[in-house]
């Protein structure tokens, strides 16, 4: 009788456990899909490893493809949304809506519309905010970088002013490309990040 006892209470447990684990949905492009990198050395893949230090058992799907721009993140987040009914997103778009010159404007319909979508599937949402080389303009530059800030206060979202904070324009810290962040500057991407989605989990 005692063991029967026993073992309906570690099913219990387990069960418990089960459901609070939910699904961390990360929707970037090459920053975050590890261009350039092996991807078990990315960002992602040490946010994954920090969520297990924590204590969490959240597991993390990475949707971020190389070149996306948001745009394409808004046409992909529908199916992401459904299959895997995440808890948080982590939205890390918009670096080359900028970099192609594409109006900021437009960004923040696609990102606010990816925000809306989010919301609407019961998923808290991060937003990790992106800068532009002061040679698009400072007209420009400050247009884009404003978008975040305004998404962030409209819709009520968790906001990282600058994702490549203290890494961009570091050359040490950048492919040779000089875009794309190198080995050496994925912990510090995770460091940016961390302090605003923690609290989300």
Same mark, same amino acid.
């Given at each position: 009788?005692?063991?029967?006892?026993?073992?309906?209470?570690?099913?219990?447990?387990?069960?418990?456990?089960?459901?609070?684990?939910?699904?961390?949905?990360?929707?970037?492009?090459?920053?975050?899909?590890?261009?350039?990198?092996?991807?078990?050395?990315?960002?992602?893949?040490?946010?994954?490893?920090?969520?297990?230090?924590?204590?969490?058992?959240?597991?993390?799907?990475?949707?971020?493809?190389?070149?996306?721009?948001?745009?394409?993140? +808004?046409?992909?987040?529908?199916?992401?949304?459904a299959? /895997? $009914?995440? &808890?948080?997103? !982590? =939205?890390? *778009? %918009?670096?080359?809506?900028?970099?192609?010159?594409?109006?900021?404007?437009?960004?923040? +319909?696609?990102?606010?519309?990816?925000?809306?979508?989010? /919301? $609407?599937? &019961?998923?808290? !949402? =991060?937003? *990790? %905010?992106?800068?532009?080389?002061?040679?698009?303009?400072?007209?420009?530059?400050?247009?884009?970088?404003q978008?975040?800030?305004?998404?962030?206060?409209? $819709?009520?979202?968790?906001l !990282?002013?600058?994702?490549?904070?203290?890494?961009?324009?570091?050359?040490?810290?950048?492919?040779?490309?000089?875009?794309?962040?190198?080995?050496?500057?994925?912990?510090?991407?995770?460091?940016?990040?961390?302090?605003?989605?923690k609290?989300?989990?």
């Amino acid at each position: 009788m005692r063991r029967r006892w026993l073992s309906a209470v570690l099913v219990l447990c387990c069960l418990a456990q089960n459901a609070t684990a939910g699904t961390l949905l990360i929707v970037g492009d090459s920053i975050s899909a590890g261009f350039g990198l092996d991807t078990r050395q990315g960002w992602v893949s040490l946010l994954q490893t920090r969520l297990q230090q924590e204590g969490f058992d959240d597991k993390v799907v990475n949707a971020s493809i190389s070149g996306d721009t948001s745009a394409g993140g +808004q046409a992909r987040l529908p199916a992401l949304l459904a299959a /895997h $009914k995440p &808890g948080v997103v !982590v =939205l890390e *778009l %918009g670096g080359n809506d900028g970099l192609r010159g594409q109006p900021p404007g437009q960004l923040q +319909q696609n990102l606010a519309s990816m925000i809306e979508q989010s /919301h $609407k599937a &019961g998923a808290k !949402v =991060l937003l *990790l %905010g992106m800068r532009l080389p002061p040679n698009y303009g400072v007209r420009y530059t400050e247009a884009f970088a404003q978008v975040y800030q305004q998404l962030a206060a409209d $819709k009520h979202v968790a906001l !990282v002013p600058f994702f490549l904070d203290g890494v961009g324009g570091v050359p040490e810290l950048m492919q040779a490309d000089g875009i794309h962040p190198a080995q050496g500057a994925q912990q510090r991407l995770l460091e940016n990040a961390w302090p605003a989605l923690k609290p989300l989990l």
